[in-house]
């Protein structure tokens, strides 16, 4: 127990410096820290309201996952558009996460370490085991 208490914190700081890293790389966005552990960056607002979503309400999003390096894993078009309940649904960690933090027609880049995102296993295709992500979250407007 000892053993894989320390092993989790050697990963936790170990994926926190590549975050970091990948936020430098990334010279275009000034990325802000959440209380999760996770950075994000905002590519575009809306400026006309200021209307997070609440528990229940249903919101579309389109996403695309990268690994830190800005290689496409899963491009928008896989992924296609999505619509979910907030905190009613099952749903990545990562993308519960990021959509509290996005109004209709924000598009946000999130630098996840992999414990909201496939965690130690993987996806079993694409995603390796423990590996940190990138996502482009971009809330679709409210129909």
Request: proline share 5%.
């Given at each position: 127990?000892?053993n894989?208490?320390?092993?989790?914190?050697?990963l936790?700081?170990?994926?926190?410096e590549?975050?970091?890293?990948?936020?430098?790389?990334?010279?275009?966005?000034?990325?802000?820290?959440?209380?999760?552990?996770?950075?994000?960056?905002?590519?575009?607002t809306n400026?006309?309201?200021?209307?997070?979503?609440?528990?229940?309400?249903?919101?579309?999003f389109?996403?695309?996952?990268e690994?830190?390096n800005?290689?496409?894993?899963?491009s928008?078009?896989?992924?296609?558009?999505?619509?979910?309940?907030?905190d009613q649904?099952?749903?990545?960690?990562?993308?519960?996460?990021?959509?509290r933090l996005?109004?209709?027609?924000?598009?946000?880049?999130?630098?996840?370490p992999?414990?909201?995102?496939?965690?130690?296993?993987?996806?079993?295709?694409?995603?390796g085991?423990?590996?940190?992500?990138?996502?482009?979250?971009?809330?679709?407007?409210?129909?």
């Amino acid at each position: 127990m000892i053993n894989s208490a320390q092993r989790n914190k050697n990963l936790f700081k170990k994926e926190e410096e590549l975050l970091k890293e990948a936020a430098v790389r990334d010279s275009t966005h000034k990325f802000k820290i959440s209380k999760s552990g996770f950075l994000y960056a905002y590519t575009k607002t809306n400026t006309q309201t200021k209307n997070l979503p609440t528990e229940g309400e249903i919101v579309r999003f389109q996403y695309q996952i990268e690994d830190l390096n800005k290689n496409v894993i899963y491009s928008f078009k896989e992924l296609g558009p999505v619509e979910y309940a907030i905190d009613q649904e099952d749903l990545l960690p990562a993308l519960r996460e990021g959509l509290r933090l996005l109004q209709p027609e924000d598009v946000a880049v999130f630098l996840f370490p992999s414990y909201l995102c496939y965690s130690y296993q993987g996806d079993g295709q694409k995603i390796g085991i423990n590996q940190p992500l990138r996502f482009i979250i971009e809330r679709l407007p409210n129909n």
